[in-house]
DNA sequence: CATGGGATTGACT
DNA sequence: GTCAATCCCATGC
């Protein structure tokens, strides 16, 4: 992945981070779902301008922003779009491509469970074993690392829908996910 | 300084 | 389908 990758309006990285890998350690997983949110929408943590816990967001893009949620779940977004701009992309679910055994161990689930692994943003980092303290981390070169689509993966089919799990600017269609994929949060429809 | 809600999950009915 | 867990932080008094 190169820098000016995440340099661009957060809808055009959302989709193509479809089928890009995730890695962090020996585990990695293709990303089958992603939801942007943008400072302009007020999903987004980034509505309303900067604070402490949303500042990453407007930082340069390329890096990850990582947050808690519901005091329990470690959230990874990308940031995108330029710097002074509140933009990112949530990763979802992840396919699961290698330590899988060490994800199901860091979930407390047997490794013939594959598809329980990543199915949710919360169920992602703790497989990857992603914490709050990757926070910043540098895509491009780790501890958490995003990189360019593998064979198999040039031209995912990709279904668009609403975002999940929010209570404001519900109708926007900013998911992305591999159509038909077992390994998405929720079907696509 | 107190309060309440949230880009979720898993256990339970 | 319902609901609690759990904590950061934005907001308001």
């Known amino acids: 992945?190169?820098?000016?990758?995440?340099?661009?309006?957060?809808?055009?990285?959302?989709?193509?981070?479809?089928?890009?890998?995730?890695?962090?350690g020996e585990c990695a997983g293709v990303i089958v779902e992603s939801e942007a949110y943008h400072d302009t929408e007020p999903a987004s943590?980034?509505?309303g301008g900067p604070t402490r816990r949303n500042?990453?967001?407007?930082?340069?893009?390329?890096?990850?922003?990582?947050?808690?949620?519901?005091g329990l779940h470690v959230m990874l977004n990308t940031v995108c779009e330029q710097e002074g701009i509140g933009a990112g992309v949530l990763i979802r679910a992840l396919e699961p491509l290698s330590?899988?055994?060490l994800m199901a161990e860091r979930r407390g689930l047997l490794p013939?469970?594959?598809?329980d692994l990543c199915s949710g943003p919360g169920k992602l980092t703790q497989a990857l074993g992603i914490a709050l303290s990757d926070n910043g981390s540098d895509l491009l070169r780790g501890p958490v690392t995003i990189t360019p689509r593998q064979a198999?993966?040039?031209?995912?089919?990709?279904?668009?829908?609403?975002r999940i799990g929010?209570?404001?600017?519900?109708?926007?269609?900013?998911?992305?996910?591999?159509?038909?994929?077992?390994?998405?949060?929720?079907?696509?429809r």
């Open 99 to 101: 330590g899988v055994r």
């Open 152 to 162: 198999g993966w040039e031209r995912p089919p990709i279904s668009v829908g609403r």
């Open 112 to 115: 013939e469970r594959i598809r």
């Open 45 to 47: 943590h980034a509505f």
């Open 55 to 70: 500042e990453m967001l407007f930082g340069p893009p390329g890096r990850a922003y990582v947050y808690l949620s519901y």
């Open 166 to 188: 929010i209570t404001r600017a519900v109708d926007l269609p900013w998911r992305f996910c591999v159509t038909g994929s077992r390994f998405l949060s929720a079907p696509a």
């Open 1 to 24: 992945m190169e820098p000016a990758f995440y340099d661009r309006p957060v809808l055009e990285v959302a989709r193509d981070l479809i089928g890009c890998v995730v890695t962090h």
